[in-house]
């Protein structure tokens, strides 16, 4: 199928970082700022919020037409694949802060659960035109769920090494609700668990891919408190539930941090590594 025609739309969104926004936030994910700290990485993903119309939805949840984005209503699946960012201002309360989304590439794909669509998305978020965060999100289209290869499992992960920094993190029904809602996520996966486990074959609630890359971006500045996060990448190769314990780990590796985020079983969520200066 051809693209062409959608490659380049764009999209521009406008919003502003206010105290009440970052105590919500908080409250979510935690830990308590004071108004004047910078905002840390990934949570921006909790700005730029725009809630569809519950007669635009899908039934699993998900809106039918998402904005500028194609409409693949042949794969009514959408999946976080990975993404790549790099930071330059940081963002504080106060902010008025401007997005710009940009489809920067769609290909078609054959994978393990059949025909679906690749799509890359370059976001920019500009502080009174200075650069705040360059981003670029890789986003797969799938078609109808399928139990089967849900439950399929992964393949196993090496240990990790001995001198890995590790933080353990749990998401349960509650947390999963109140980050849906500071994202306006409403796929039922993160909340409904008979749709979750009898429709799409899962074990429980999805845990939000974004959500753990927050807990891998949080945990690779605190490891450098007198330093900034300049980039970060990772991949998205497993998924977890609430049923789940899971573990985010970091160590160097040349000029590099890698971190990793694995369930307690030792199957791998996320990969990726970031680069603190």
């Known amino acids: 199928m051809s693209y062409e025609e959608h490659l380049g739309k764009s999209e521009t969104l ?3 970082i206010t105290a009440g926004w970052l105590a919500n936030a908080c409250a979510v994910i935690g830990p308590d700022l004071a108004p004047e700290q910078p905002i840390p990485a990934l949570w921006h993903w909790m700005l730029f919020q725009r809630w ?3 007669n635009a939805l899908r039934e699993d949840g998900g809106a039918r037409a998402e904005g500028f984005l194609p409409p693949f209503t042949h794969l009514p699946r959408r999946v976080a694949a990975g993404g790549r960012l790099r930071f330059g201002r940081p963002l504080r309360v106060g902010d ?6 940009r489809i920067k590439n769609i290909a078609d794909k054959d994978g393990k659960a059949g025909p679906m669509v690749l799509l890359t ?3 920019v978020i ?6 705040a965060i360059d981003e670029e999100q890789d986003v797969i289209y799938l078609g109808p ?3 089967s290869a ?3 499992a992964a393949p196993s992960a090496p240990p990790l090494p001995a001198g890995a920094v590790k933080r353990e993190h749990a998401a349960g029904p509650l947390e999963m609700f109140r980050y849906s809602a ?3 996520n409403s796929h039922r996966l993160h909340y409904d668990l008979e749709y979750a486990t009898q429709v799409e074959g899962r074990a429980g609630l999805l845990v939000h891919g974004p959500l753990q890359a927050t807990w891998l971006a949080g945990l690779a500045e605190s490891l450098a408190p007198s330093k900034r996060l300049r980039s970060i990448e990772f991949r998205n190769l497993g998924s977890a539930t609430h049923r789940d314990g899971m573990v985010a780990a970091a160590w160097p590796e040349n000029d590099k941090l890698r971190l990793e985020l694995r369930r307690a079983d030792g199957e791998r969520c996320i990969a990726g590594t970031a680069v603190l200066a």
């Open 182 to 184: 500071m994202t306006a």
């Open 52 to 54: 569809a119309r519950a």
């Open 126 to 131: 500009t502080v009174a035109g200075e650069v």
């Open 96 to 101: 008025h802060i401007t997005r710009t989304s």
């Open 121 to 123: 998305i370059n976001r």
């Open 14 to 16: 406008d919003d502003e």
């Open 150 to 152: 849900a439950a399929a």
């Open 145 to 147: 769920p399928s139990p």
